[in-house]
């Protein structure tokens, strides 16, 4: 098991030192804060490291539909730290959060102990599962970025869809169909990507990792409650989300 976790400890600092960081910081802001890194780590690492962790844990996955807008499965931070710690070595790479903050020109902290998005697993296992159109936005009292990387792709209709320059004042809307294999990485300001993943066919599967990073880990305590009733209902389900979050209260008082 040691050996495994430092795998990926040090498969991931491989994979930093072999970036090109001046050019994906350029594609970055050419984007407008949007990336994308095929086979960031490799498909064959990812397989036989991370995968299985996200097969094992599929026995805790929560469940949601709310109509035309997410049906899906989700494994959040808490059960991530408890039975798949192998992606907090990713999350938690100091090489990997030295990238990111490069990339996006901000020191970036790891979100609080108590956001179940932090280090978290969709699932897309049904026909039909798909989120809508969103952005991730950011209840923090900085910015929020969010880094997805594909885990299983066994799907040819369930793609990642994004409208890049959506609102922007100047440039025209570009619009993106990804395939995210096992290894690649996609990267994006939550507040300026407009996002969804599109339906699930008959006899396919999706899963993906979601890390997110923040400028500010501080949030109004009225947007934490707002931030964990939507998780609740769109994510994690109430107990999940509630059993931390009230402990997070405890120790504040
Ligand atoms: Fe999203």
Redo the contacts with the bound molecule.
Sequence with gaps: MQNLVNSVTDAVERAVAALNVDQLHQEYWDQNEFLVIKQFLPRAFVEATLVPQAQDVKTELNRNYIPGHKKGGSVSYYTVQEKAPRFLDLYRSESFKAFLSRLTEVKLTFCPDNDPHSCALYYYTEPGDHIGF?Y?TSYYKGARY?ILMGLVDRSTHCKLVCELFKDHPTKQPRHLELVTEPGDMVIFNGDKLW?AVTPLGEGEERIALTMEYVTNPEMNPVKRIYSNLKDSIAYFGLKTVFKRAFSGLNRLS
């Design positions: 969103h991730d969010t996002h």
